[in-house]
């Protein structure tokens, strides 16, 4: 197959001891017309947020382009983080193509891939509609029970730091967040602005728990 200098490919392998290696992914790409020289990779999890390989490869994509992986659990492991970066590429007129796996039905350069994309981010909503719908039952059947009972919320410097991450995305990923560990969302912003700079109240819980002053790491 012809090399397409519009599609750019990523791959991904866990471990960084050497026992898994790129050679199967890359062959994939090359036959399917990525350029050798235009294929972004890493060895690292993909529960990872950071990966250095993708992020350069997101950098460089361009209005146009179409980005190529092998499965799409290459790209992550998160329903919700596949589904706001594919939404991310097409919002910038990027394509997204897989080759194989459950995921090659999935992509944005075919109509038939367009509309399972739809069921795909439609289950991601869901999945996020019952997690929140989860917490509200709990706190509701908490606050019938009477406010001393049941399991005390503890904030934490790790929860601060994560709940500042996350206020300073989307507001989806707000309700995420306090949906997973079991706070309302009034709660989180007693600690954390809307801007993601931390409250008094997040800096007495830094200074009693001995995290240091000023920003979190």
């Given at each position: 197959?012809?090399?397409?200098?519009?599609?750019?490919?990523?791959?991904?392998?866990?471990?960084?001891?050497?026992?898994?290696?790129?050679?199967?992914?890359?062959?994939?790409?090359?036959?399917?017309g990525v350029h050798p020289e235009r294929i972004y990779q890493d060895s690292i999890s993909g529960a990872r947020e950071y990966r250095p390989g993708l992020n350069a490869c997101l950098a460089v994509l361009a209005p146009g382009d179409t980005l190529v992986i092998w499965k799409l659990d290459r790209l992550g492991r998160s329903l919700r983080y596949l589904v706001q970066t594919v939404c991310e590429l097409t919002a910038r007129g990027i394509g997204l193509k897989v080759l194989t796996g459950e995921g090659a039905m999935i992509g944005t350069t075919t109509a038939s891939g367009r509309l399972m994309f739809g069921i795909f981010a439609a289950l991601a909503e869901f999945e996020r509609e019952l997690i929140v719908e989860r917490t509200r039952a709990g706190v509701a059947a908490a606050q019938t029970r009477g406010k001393h009972s049941g399991m005390r919320f503890e904030m934490t410097p790790k929860k601060l730091r994560l709940l500042q991450k996350a206020m300073s995305k989307r507001e989806k990923f707000v309700l995420d967040f306090v949906a997973e560990i079991g706070i309302l969302k009034a709660t989180a912003h007693r600690y954390v602005g809307r801007d993601g700079k931390l409250r008094p109240t997040a800096m007495r819980v830094l200074e009693i728990k001995g995290a240091g002053e000023g920003s979190l790491p």
């Open positions: 197959m012809a090399e397409n200098v519009s599609m750019i490919g990523y791959i991904r392998v866990s471990k960084t001891d050497g026992r898994q290696v790129h050679d199967l992914q890359r062959d994939a790409l090359i036959a399917a």
